[in-house]
């Protein structure tokens, strides 16, 4: 059966960090996509209602072939289609232990965290040391520190990820990572290490040059 045609819809590479997930996602899938790019801040915004059902993005569209095309939106479920689409590659963790944990600490990524976001959006392109962290905000920094220790304390020896190889889990905090950069968030340890990790990864670089080059183009 011949694998259907991919397009990711996307928004600003600077801005959008539930974007960033599936896309993500996608290149360690190995699969062909295509990627359509709305710029979140400008006149493109009121064209998203045409590329999902949400209005929203991530969305995936999936056109099989001889058959209908149909959506796959929400940054979570566009993931869990691209590990059943594409089990080779394996997204999750193989051991279930691990699978069951990665799927833990990604939905309270996807679901928490919500004073962080509020607080220090992502913005790859720009740095602002000094930026004021109230208490809810160092809460939950020390909350991902955590989870990023014991995560890599406990797979350290199978990889420089998560859970060794790179995988869902860090589509899901990859984002954290351009954050903390961003506001000279301090960490230590297995945490810096692993931030470390994230930022050099080839993908991760990929996306950033192309943030700078969005930026660069924007009318000032």
């Given at each position: 059966?011949?694998?259907?045609?991919?397009?990711?819809?996307?928004?600003?590479?600077?801005?959008s960090?539930?974007?960033?997930?599936?896309?993500?996602?996608?290149?360690?899938?190995?699969?062909?996509?295509?990627?359509?790019?709305?710029?979140?801040?400008?006149?493109?915004?009121?064209?998203?209602?045409?590329?999902?059902?949400?209005?929203?993005?991530?969305?995936?569209t999936?056109?099989?072939?001889?058959?209908?095309?149909?959506?796959?939106?929400?940054?979570?479920?566009?993931?869990?289609?691209?590990?059943?689409?594409?089990?080779?590659?394996q997204?999750?963790?193989?051991?279930p232990?691990?699978?069951?944990?990665?799927?833990?600490?990604?939905?309270?990524?996807?679901?928490g965290?919500?004073?962080?976001?509020?607080?220090?959006?992502?913005?790859?392109?720009?740095?602002?040391?000094?930026?004021?962290?109230?208490?809810?905000?160092?809460?939950?920094?020390?909350?991902?520190?955590?989870?990023?220790?014991?995560?890599?304390?406990?797979?350290?020896?199978?990889g420089?990820?998560?859970?060794?190889?790179?995988?869902?889990?860090?589509?899901?905090?990859?984002?954290?990572?351009?954050?903390?950069?961003?506001?000279?968030?301090?960490?230590?340890?297995?945490?810096?290490?692993y931030?470390?990790?994230?930022r050099?990864?080839?993908?991760?670089?990929?996306?950033?040059?192309?943030?700078?080059?969005?930026?660069?183009?924007?009318?000032?």
């Amino acid at each position: 059966m011949a694998t259907p045609q991919l397009t990711l819809s996307i928004g600003s590479r600077n801005y959008s960090s539930w974007s960033l997930r599936p896309w993500l996602a996608l290149r360690l899938s190995g699969l062909a996509f295509e990627t359509r790019l709305f710029d979140l801040k400008g006149p493109e915004r009121a064209q998203i209602a045409s590329a999902s059902p949400s209005g929203l993005v991530p969305c995936l569209t999936v056109r099989p072939q001889g058959s209908p095309e149909y959506f796959v939106w929400d940054s979570l479920g566009i993931c869990e289609f691209l590990a059943e689409m594409a089990p080779e590659a394996q997204l999750w963790p193989a051991e279930p232990r691990a699978r069951a944990w990665a799927r833990s600490v990604s939905s309270e990524m996807h679901s928490g965290f919500a004073e962080l976001r509020r607080t220090c959006p992502m913005d790859i392109v720009n740095r602002y040391p000094g930026h004021a962290i109230n208490d809810e905000t160092a809460k939950q920094i020390a909350r991902i520190s955590k989870i990023w220790s014991e995560c890599r304390e406990a797979h350290r020896d199978k990889g420089d990820f998560l859970f060794g190889s790179f995988s869902i889990a860090d589509c899901f905090y990859a984002p954290v990572v351009t954050r903390f950069h961003t506001y000279d968030v301090r960490l230590s340890g297995l945490a810096a290490e692993y931030a470390a990790a994230v930022r050099s990864w080839a993908a991760m670089q990929e996306w950033s040059a192309e943030a700078q080059r969005e930026e660069n183009a924007r009318p000032t």
